[in-house]
Structure formats: C-alpha cells, structure tokens
C-alpha cells in the first residue's frame, strides 16, 4: 500500500476493501455511532474511534477542531503514520467518517478513502465481519495544521458572506434552517446559505451509498451549488456537514470548506447576522 499506484481512490466500495484487507499500512478507522454497533461486526483489523474525540471538547464551543496536542495523541494511539492509508466508515452514511477525513485533510494526511455506505454496505453486500476488538498499534504522530484552508472560521465567513463566487451550504433539517426548530440560543441560517439536506445525497434503499452522481450535481446546482465556487458548509457542530464537505471532495468541487464552529458558535452569538 505504500506505493503512490496503489492508492485506494477516495470513494471505494465494498470490493475494493475487502481486496485489501491485510495489507501493510491500511488502517481502517471504524467511526460508528455507538460502540455496541463495532462490537456487533465491524470490517475486519477496524479500530472503533469514539467521534466524540473530533471535537475539543472545550467551551464554549465544544465542537470546534481539537488541538494540535489532542489529535498529536489520538491518532497516535490509533497508530496513524504518514504511510498510513486510513479508510473511514460509520453506521450513518458517512457524518463521522466525514468528519475524521476532514481533520486528516487538515493535518495534511491525504492518504484516506470512504467506504461508500459504510458497515451498512459491508454487511448488506455479505462481507465477512469480526466482533473481536482490534487493538492499535500505537505510533508516534505529531499533528500539524498543514492544510488550513479547508477551515472556515467565524471572522472570515463572517467577511465573505455575500461575496461573488462564495456559497453557504446548510446541511441541517428544513427546520433548522427555516428557524422553525433550533438547538441553540437563535434560530435561522447564515445569511445568503442555501440549503441541501446531508441525507438527500444517500440512498435509503440501498445501504445509504452515495445516490447517482450526475443526479447529485444536477440537484446542488439547482439548490445554487457548484464545483467552481469556492464553498462553505456547516450544520449544527461539524458533524452532517462532515458529510456533505466529503461529498463536495467526491464531486470535485474546487474549494470545498467547513465551518466547525457551526450553528453551536453562529446562532449561540448575539453579534451575527440570521435569516429566516
């Protein structure tokens, strides 16, 4: 696996994985929901990553990148290094495992793929499955922002909301971004964001993979959406909008970003602008 020829592509299927299971350097981060769903049957050689350790954790918006030190830690005791390619997958069609590539991208950690539907595709296609707990290989992997450009942070969306060629992609419910339903202190969306819910994009009937392409593009396109913009999305804390910023990068989207401040920071704020 450390040859650049034989990379994975970034989205891979069920087949592709399971060609190369047990090769050297494939490590398979399992972001799943709950525990209990890796303990049920995970690919196997997964190693079960609890997402919760993708944010900070510190107020006052908790979901925001960890530091240097904390993903220094963690993805040392995942056993990540730079030959490492990392496949992600999850239970959901791909929020968390969205949201572990995006913080690989930001490391500068390219070397990643998606397993398109994740375990539900896994299981779904009959693949075998292992309901041991795969212990990782502990590493030593210092962190660094190399790529910090697929961050948006709250002064800078703030500056380019409204610009040419800058869109906002709300990944929430109807109801959050109509401002009917909200989890913070104000409801609405960010000024001039349109909206695309994150599970438009899978299909319920067959283990939420990824819908057609062309349908897909042909859709955000109409939402007000394309490749050659340079693109912001979020939702509520970085999480569906994990999804929606790894489709962006499947479709080819030129400049796809996220803000993980999100909704927590935007509408828990007095100072920024919502509409309804």
Not at 99 to 109: D, K, P, S, V, Y
Not at 192 to 219: F, I, Q
Not at 271 to 276: L, M, V
């Amino acid at each position: 696996m450390s040859s650049e020829e034989n990379l994975l592509p970034l989205l891979i299927s069920t087949d592709q994985l399971e060609a190369v299971l047990g090769e050297k350097d494939l490590l398979i981060i399992d972001v799943s929901c709950t525990k209990e769903c890796y303990d049920q049957g995970h690919v196997p050689g997964a190693v079960f990553l609890d997402y919760k350790r993708l944010f900070c954790g510190a107020a006052p918006v908790a979901n925001k990148l960890p530091s240097v030190e904390q993903l220094s830690q963690l993805f040392s005791e995942l056993g990540l290094t730079r030959d490492s390619h990392v496949v992600a997958y999850d239970d959901e069609g791909g929020g968390w495992a969205g949201r572990l590539l995006w913080t690989l991208e930001i490391m500068g950690h390219s070397r990643y793929s998606y397993l398109n539907g994740g375990i539900l595709a896994w299981r779904g296609d009959g693949k075998s499955q292992s309901q041991e707990q795969t212990p990782a290989i502990a590493s030593q992997y210092q962190a660094d922002i190399l790529v910090p450009q697929v961050r948006i942070k709250l002064d800078e969306l703030q500056e380019k909301v409204g610009q040419t060629g800058f869109a906002i992609w709300d990944s929430r419910s109807e109801g959050e971004y109509k401002g009917t339903t909200s989890k913070a202190a104000r409801a609405g969306h960010i000024p001039t964001a349109v909206h695309y819910e994150w599970t438009r994009a899978m299909d319920k009937d067959n283990n939420l993979c990824l819908r057609d392409m062309a349908e897909l593009m042909s859709e955000l396109e109409t939402a007000g959406l394309n490749i050659d913009q340079e693109v912001a999305t979020y939702c509520q804390s970085h999480h569906r909008s994990g999804f929606t910023w790894l489709l962006g990068k499947i479709l080819g989207f030129k400049q796809i970003r996220a803000y993980d401040g999100s909704w927590n920071e935007w509408g828990n704020r007095q100072d920024t602008p919502i509409e309804t």
